[in-house]
């Protein structure tokens, strides 16, 4: 019996590292991606952009090149306001959840921007959204809202992620 006792915990003790395994490798491709998304908002690049951001979201904005338009123009507007991103950055993505046909969790995200005054740099949560097992990701700026609110745009959201509340940007004077 304590030979069949030390076998299930060492076969749960098994499943427990695979389990952390698995969410580590998701861990990886989310940040990667999310850090090339940043990446290609900063440059401008928002043909590529679009790439990363969740399908129903783009369908809402009117489809890609709608997508890309508002974009551009949002942009725009910012540099004659002299605004313009300097820097997207990532924390640690959330533990990965499975619904339905999705993999989902959170990410932290701090962008920095120059701004007439100085830097602005605010701090805010993405989800991300996997269809494909965790191969490609996709990501949705929560802008502050909570799961509920969220949920009223994309049902498909699990109730188990945790969006932290929206925190005031700080700016560092120059």
Do not use: H
């Given at each position: 019996?304590?030979?069949?006792?030390?076998?299930?915990f060492?076969?749960?003790?098994?499943?427990?590292?695979?389990?952390?395994?698995?969410?580590?490798?998701?861990?990886?491709?989310?940040?990667?991606?999310?850090?090339?998304?940043?990446?290609?908002l900063?440059?401008k690049?928002?043909?590529?952009?679009?790439?990363?951001?969740?399908?129903?979201?783009?369908?809402?904005?009117?489809?890609?090149?709608?997508?890309?338009?508002?974009?551009?123009?949002?942009?725009?507007?910012?540099?004659?306001e002299?605004?313009?991103?300097?820097?997207?950055?990532?924390?640690?993505?959330?533990?990965?959840?499975?619904?339905?046909?999705?993999?989902?969790?959170?990410?932290?995200?701090?962008?920095?921007?120059?701004?007439?005054?100085g830097?602005?740099?605010?701090?805010?949560?993405?989800v991300?959204?996997?269809?494909?097992?965790?191969?490609?990701?996709y990501?949705?700026?929560?802008?502050?809202?909570?799961?509920?609110?969220?949920?009223?745009?994309?049902?498909?959201?699990?109730?188990?992620?945790?969006i932290?509340?929206?925190?005031?940007?700080?700016?560092?004077?120059?």
């Amino acid at each position: 019996m304590k030979q069949i006792t030390s076998i299930f915990f060492f076969l749960l003790f098994l499943t427990a590292c695979n389990a952390q395994t698995k969410n580590t490798d998701y861990s990886k491709a989310i940040v990667e991606q999310a850090e090339m998304m940043g990446e290609l908002l900063v440059k401008k690049d928002f043909d590529s952009f679009c790439k990363y951001t969740y399908p129903k979201i783009v369908e809402m904005m009117g489809g890609k090149q709608k997508m890309i338009e508002v974009l551009e123009n949002g942009v725009k507007e910012m540099q004659k306001e002299g605004t313009a991103f300097l820097n997207v950055s990532f924390g640690v993505p959330s533990d990965v959840i499975t619904t339905e046909n999705e993999l989902q969790c959170t990410i932290p995200q701090t962008i920095e921007m120059k701004v007439p005054d100085g830097r602005l740099v605010s701090q805010s949560t993405l989800v991300a959204i996997s269809t494909d097992k965790g191969i490609n990701w996709y990501f949705v700026d929560t802008s502050g809202k909570d799961i509920e609110t969220m949920k009223k745009t994309l049902p498909n959201l699990s109730a188990e992620l945790v969006i932290p509340k929206k925190t005031k940007p700080v700016l560092y004077a120059e």
